[in-house]
């Protein structure tokens, strides 16, 4: 199930379009992977827009980050999966850290784990 909250139109960021694209791909795919397989799949992404910021979260359900890869979680080349390289967030907090914002989270083992993603916003 996928829960969406928040404004649908009017939200301007200040962020390329194709790379706010892959942020969001790569965090919805991490969501959809970290929900285990006998567990009824719930992600929640909602959208809050301040006067200056517009801050966006991804919430999953799925088995949580446990403490020692709390700290890694960032890291280039660090992966927990059996495939892929590792890349994804990286390359995701480069993106938004160039566009002036920040990405954070908040997990508890095997309830689920929130992205927020915090742009800058425009217009």
Avoid: C, H, W
């Avoid at 791909?25 to 970290?34: D, E, G, I, T, V």
């Avoid at 929900?35 to 909602?46: A, H, L």
Wanted: a neutral charge.
């Amino acid at each position: 199930k996928v829960k969406y909250e928040g404004e649908s139109e009017g939200i301007f960021v200040f962020a390329d379009r194709e790379q706010l694209i892959l942020v969001f791909n790569n965090l919805l795919k991490n969501a959809l992977q970290a929900i285990p397989s006998t567990r009824e799949g719930e992600i929640e992404i909602r959208i809050e827009a301040g006067e200056k910021q517009v801050r966006i979260f991804i919430k999953d359900n799925g088995k949580g980050i446990s403490d020692d890869v709390k700290e890694k979680l960032f890291t280039p080349n660090f992966t927990t999966k059996s495939t892929g390289m590792g890349l994804g967030l990286s390359i995701s907090r480069n993106i938004i850290r160039m566009a002036g914002g920040d990405i954070t989270f908040e997990t508890t083992l095997n309830v689920g784990t929130e992205f927020k993603v915090i742009l800058p916003r425009i217009g």
